[in-house]
């Protein structure tokens, strides 16, 4: 059996837990993951949470919000995403120390990969610079984007992850509100990095009167799994990738971290077009019963 876990606050309704037991299935090995739920228990010692995992066997765990930064540095060993992000949302239990990845920023590539091949991503507007947007921003430099224009309504963190990307050699700069909406027909594409059309932050990021046919469209929100910017960005004739995209294909890469690639690429395809329907039918059903 391979023993997993998710690490965070507030991750009862977590997803990961049965996408990981059924890409098991896919193996025909049994996975137990299991769930370390900060909210609510005083003074959380996360170190501490991730050596217990350690010492009781598991092959790694899954890290989200809020800490991801710590993971990254509590590794004794980096992945290229987490080098090139600053977090990590995955860590490995390995013979030469704790090895830390980013499958969110692994994941954007093969998502973005799988719908949309060598297509260059062109300029692009980043909605949102938090931990999700850092991933994304710098995996768009790796699928063909000419420049990232980000708005954030920090102006700090903005400008922080701008000045990460220009460092990295990804053209960045910042755009205001009033910017974004003048110029949105002109980028190629567009990408939603904030919570906003969340079901519990509803809306949309941005007047979608600009999109239009030609363009590729991204959120990474997918509770709902067709979000108020996916659906303006249909009715547009844009082309469209879901967060339920990015969970599966984050989740993909993490499996295949924790079990050394024994999930080949060639069996990705027909994994990823079977659970990332199951998880559209089950967002969108669970939607309609509140």
Known sequence: MIKLGLVGEGIAQSQSPDLHVRLGAALNEAVRYDLVDSRGVENFDFPGA?????????????????FKERAAKLADIR??????????????????????????????????????????AGEVLLIGAGGVGRAVACALGEVG?????????????????????????????????????????????????????????????????????????????????????????????ADVLSGVELFVFQGVDAFRFFTADRLSADSIDAHVISLRQHYIERLVTSMSSR
């Open 50 to 66: 991730i050596e217990t995992l350690r010492r009781e066997g598991y092959r790694g765990t899954n890290v989200t919000f809020p």
């Open 79 to 120: 992945g290229e995403g987490v080098k090139r992000v600053g977090t990590a949302n995955t860590l490995l239990f390995e013979e030469g120390g704790l090895r830390a990845e980013n499958t969110d920023y692994t994941g954007f590539i093969s998502a973005y990969r799988h719908s949309f091949g060598e297509r260059p």
């Open 145 to 237: 984007a000419t420049c990232v224009h980000v708005l954030e309504r920090d102006a700090e963190r903005g400008e922080s992850l701008t000045r990460d990307l220009n460092a990295m050699g990804i053209n960045a700069d910042c755009l205001s509100f009033d910017q974004a909406e003048r110029e949105l027909s002109g980028f190629q594409g567009v990408v939603n990095c904030s919570p906003i059309g969340h079901i519990n932050h509803p809306g949309c990021p941005i007047d979608t009167s600009g999109l239009h046919e030609g363009q590729w469209v991204f959120d990474a929100v997918y509770v709902p799994a067709h979000t108020e910017f996916l659906n303006a960005a249909t009715q547009a004739g």
